[in-house]
């Protein structure tokens, strides 16, 4: 450990310190509300069944938002992530449309749907199109990243046959980023239902809105129904998506390799 | 190697009027400072095999993205077909798909078929609507059907690029540049990885297709003797100048720069020099 590091490593704890009296962070406070922890679960071990049919519906209803939100998003991302890559354009095109993008990720997806809320009232559709923004910012991000990722001897083989650059895109861009692709919409799929979820906490629609009305008031039992039914999904969702990785991405990976040599 | 004759060139001082390529005085550098070509001067006749030998670094894949317009010279001209070529001038760019271009990466799309990628090179013949679909004409599917056939994949049109050989790969770049239909065929030690055998046959392959369709074919090589076996012309890169423009003809070695007879173990030296 050389002097250099203790001075680094003092400036951190310092700062995190000062930032925990600032913002009030007292682990005492944890402490001391950890009975209150035990209330809440002891409450919500009581749950009620009969809310399970309602519990489902709200979560088909939220799968359903974040599909839509998903294909939706990638279909609006993939050319913008296009228009982002700096391998296929000029500066004066990837510089807009990367500020655009990052602004667009800026807010999380909450914000978002409090905005879609007060434009198309409250409901699904305001959750739909909030999860729609953050999949087009993220999406083109990740992608656009693996379009300038993508092996550049193709690319340059193919540009000297003298094609366009649509034609470069349809038949050397895209089936090099493809692997990518299926691995990016799983990803946001799968985020997206988890986002969806407390979507409903501002009013728009999905299982977080009963979910946040039961902790109102003071129903633990009936929300645990729905977080339990939440973390079901959620895995589920996990699982298949596992699956499908396998079955399509790890097998075109490891031809890969096999060739590499 | 067998014993070669030296004799001096008999059509030296002869100007074909028919030189597909024309190189003149073409310095090229990576940076300010030092120069990957220098003055190289170089014409070739149209439907020569033209092949271009030296060591790793000498300049031999710079000199043919000089001719395929994907780098520019510093300093000197460069003629493909009487056009400077240059990738972002119109001219030039309506005449690449003239040029078979074949890395020494190959280059090929790993994600798609044989058939898919061997169809790239007959993208520029599509027009917008069938190029925004992605449909090829069923004419141009026969064509490449025949050249899949040609190379010798029959039965691996639909296998993907990335589950082939190193042999079978470069059946495919070389398929993918004739299906452009090309006058000219530049290729970058495509053989040089392979053994013996697959090499002489990937090299019997294009000096078929060659003769049957009239290219000029320039091949950038490792091997002097592979490049005597099959070229009409071998020039020899060292430190990006040419030392030495070498012919065969017949059992004879002709050297076209000086037009003087070439001393054989100068020559034998050239030969080792450009091996490793």
């Known amino acids: 450990m050389t002097p250099k590091n203790n001075i680094v490593i003092g400036i951190i704890v310092a700062l995190l310190v000062i930032a925990s009296y600032n913002i009030d962070a007292n682990p005492l406070d944890f402490a001391e509300g950890i009975p209150n922890l035990a209330i809440i679960l002891e409450e919500m071990i009581a749950v009620e069944p009969k809310y399970i049919p309602t519990a489902l519906w709200a979560m088909f209803e939220t799968i359903q938002m974040a599909f839509i939100g998903t294909v939706v998003g990638v279909v609006i991302a993939l050319p913008l992530s296009m228009l982002a890559a700096r391998n296929l354009n000029s500066k004066f095109v990837y510089a807009p449309i990367r500020a655009l993008l990052a602004a667009i990720r800026t807010f999380p997806s909450i914000l978002w749907a409090i905005l879609f809320v007060i434009m198309v009232g409250l409901g699904p559709f305001a959750g739909v199109l909030a999860v729609i923004m953050y999949t087009v910012g993220f999406v083109a991000k990740l992608q656009y990243e693996s379009i300038e990722a993508i092996d550049s001897d193709p690319v340059d083989a193919v540009s000297s046959i003298g094609v366009s650059k649509w034609q470069l895109i349809r038949c050397v861009v895209i089936p090099e980023s493809a692997p990518h692709l299926l691995s990016q919409i799983l990803y946001m799929f799968d985020y997206n239902v988890r986002q969806t979820s407390i979507l409903g906490l501002v009013g728009a629609g999905g299982i977080g809105f009963y979910i946040i009305n039961y902790i109102k008031f003071f129903e633990y039992g009936k929300a645990a129904i729905f977080m339990l039914v939440v973390l079901v999904a959620v895995l589920i969702i996990d699982w298949v998506s596992v699956k499908i990785r396998d079955k399509f991405i790890m097998k075109t990976q490891h031809g890969m390799e096999v060739t590499t040599k | ?276």
């Open chain 2, 1 to 276: 190697m067998k014993q070669i004759q030296m004799t001096k060139n008999p059509s030296f001082s002869l100007i074909s009027t028919n030189k597909i390529i024309q190189l003149n005085d073409v310095w090229t550098s990576y940076d300010s400072k030092t120069f990957a070509l220098e003055g190289i001067d170089m014409s070739i006749d149209r439907g020569t095999n033209y092949a271009i030998v030296g060591k790793s670094g000498s300049g031999k894949s710079t000199l043919l993205k000089l001719l395929n317009g994907m780098m520019i010279p510093s300093k000197g001209t460069i003629k493909v077909d009487y056009v400077t070529p240059n990738m972002n001038d119109k001219k030039f760019k309506k005449m690449m798909h003239t040029i078979g271009y074949i890395p020494q990466s190959l280059g090929l799309v790993k994600n798609i078929t044989v058939l898919d990628n061997i169809l790239i090179g007959a993208l520029p013949r599509l027009n917008k609507l069938q190029s925004l679909l992605k449909q090829f004409p069923e004419s141009e599917i026969k064509e490449a059907k025949r050249l899949i056939e040609l190379v010798g994949l029959d039965g691996k049109e639909t296998r993907k690029a990335y589950m082939l050989s190193g042999g079978e790969k470069r059946r495919v770049a070389i398929a993918r540049a004739l299906m452009q239909k090309p006058t000219i065929l530049l290729a970058d030690e495509i053989v040089s990885e392979l053994d013996h055998v697959t090499a002489r046959e990937i090299m019997d392959l294009i000096v078929d297709a060659q003769k049957k369709m009239n290219l000029t074919a320039i091949m950038v090589h490792h091997d002097i003797q592979l490049a005597l076996e099959y070229a009409n012309r071998v020039a020899v890169i060292k430190e990006g100048q040419k030392i030495l423009e070498i012919g065969v003809e017949g059992d004879n070695i002709v050297d076209f720069q000086t037009g003087d007879m070439t001393n054989a173990e100068i020559m034998e030296m050239h030969f080792d020099d450009s091996k490793k």
